[in-house]
């Protein structure tokens, strides 16, 4: 059984932690609000977590040490910039697996860092959501050596449904961001095809039950077409997540002189949707804005 600390305990962290307890791990637990180890922690450190007051303090004494974060600086922050960052602490053949959504470049640059101190790294974001967090059953995909991601895999095996070694270090991380392209300008064209539907008349109901089952038809349009026919827009899929991994792309595509001229528009409309006050909603929230 390894000693694992884990740094992020969010939606998605929180469930990962309690499926590595059930696994039979020794976990250490950071979280930036300490309260949370009285409220939505308290489960976790009455399963016998322990609750840590620094990353530093966390990666004492770990084998593996997990993030959970939000974007690119909050990783930096905690694995190398924090004043008690887990640089500081953690042993050398420790291995650091980060499950946040950020970008492949400082990926790597947080890597090369840590590998001067003899600190192992696999990029690890996810796809599926909280409930498949919850369930046990996210699709992961892995950047780093092999031998590195055999070693990640015994872990991650107790919350993943499949995971995908895609290459090397930052690997991981342009997969996650091919997904999130993927999915969001499907989600918009969802919003756009019901919009138009609305506008014309039809029963927008029936026209989701008919394209659904034909070639438009889409995971994505199974979970954000009945949401946005019943005006659900509770997340679900909070948008502000979909949002900074659209900016972390449209920054990388720009800086590389790629055209996606799709993704430059959604991000126009993550940006609108934003604006409006709807970040914690749902993406199908992207319907609204249309409307607007
Ligand atoms: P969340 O906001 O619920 O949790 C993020 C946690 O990280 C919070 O507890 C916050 O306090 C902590 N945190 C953020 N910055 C920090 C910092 N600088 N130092 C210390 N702690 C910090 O978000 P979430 O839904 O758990 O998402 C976490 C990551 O997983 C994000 O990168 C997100 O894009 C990715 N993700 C989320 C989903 C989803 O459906 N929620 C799906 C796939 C991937």
């Known amino acids: 059984m390894s ?33 949370v180890y009285q409220s939505e922690a308290a489960d976790l450190i009455a399963q016998g977590a322990v609750a840590c007051h620094s990353p530093a303090h966390a990666a004492e004494g770990a084998d593996v040490i997990i993030t959970n974060v939000m974007g690119p600086a909050d990783v930096r922050e905690v694995l190398l910039n924090h004043a008690q960052a887990v640089i500081h602490t953690a042993k050398p053949g420790a291995l650091c697996m980060d499950h946040s959504t950020i970008d492949p470049q400082t990926t790597r640059e947080i890597a090369n860092t840590l590998a001067q101190k003899k600190i192992r790294y696999v990029d690890a974001p996810v796809s599926g959501g909280v409930w498949a967090a919850q369930a046990g059953s996210l699709v992961m995909m892995m950047g780093g050596a092999d031998a590195d991601v055999q ?76 949401k946005m026919v019943q005006r659900d827009f509770k997340a679900g899929i909070e948008a ?18 790629i055209d996606l001229p799709a993704l430059q528009t959604v991000a126009e409309q993550l940006q609108a949707l934003l604006d409006a006050g709807w970040g914690y909603d749902d993406t199908s929230s992207l319907l609204k804005v249309l409307e607007a």
């Open 3 to 35: 000693t694992i600390a884990f740094i992020g305990l969010g939606n998605m962290g929180r469930p990962m932690v309690g499926h590595l307890i059930k696994a039979g791990h020794v976990l250490r637990l950071y979280a930036r609000r300490p309260e």
């Open 151 to 226: 070693e990640a895999q015994q872990l991650v095996k107790h919350y993943t449904k499949t995971v995908t070694h895609i290459g090397g270090v930052g690997d991981g991380q342009v997969a996650k961001l091919c997904n999130q392209i993927a999915q969001v300008i499907n989600i918009q064209g969802i919003a756009e095809s019901l919009r138009f539907a609305a506008a014309n008349g039809a029963n927008t109901q029936k026209v989701l039950e008919a394209i659904s089952g034909g070639m438009a038809g889409s995971k994505m349009m199974d979970l954000m077409g009945p």
């Open 240 to 257: 502000r997540l979909h949002a900074k991994d659209f900016f972390l792309v449209k920054a990388v595509a720009e800086k590389q002189g």
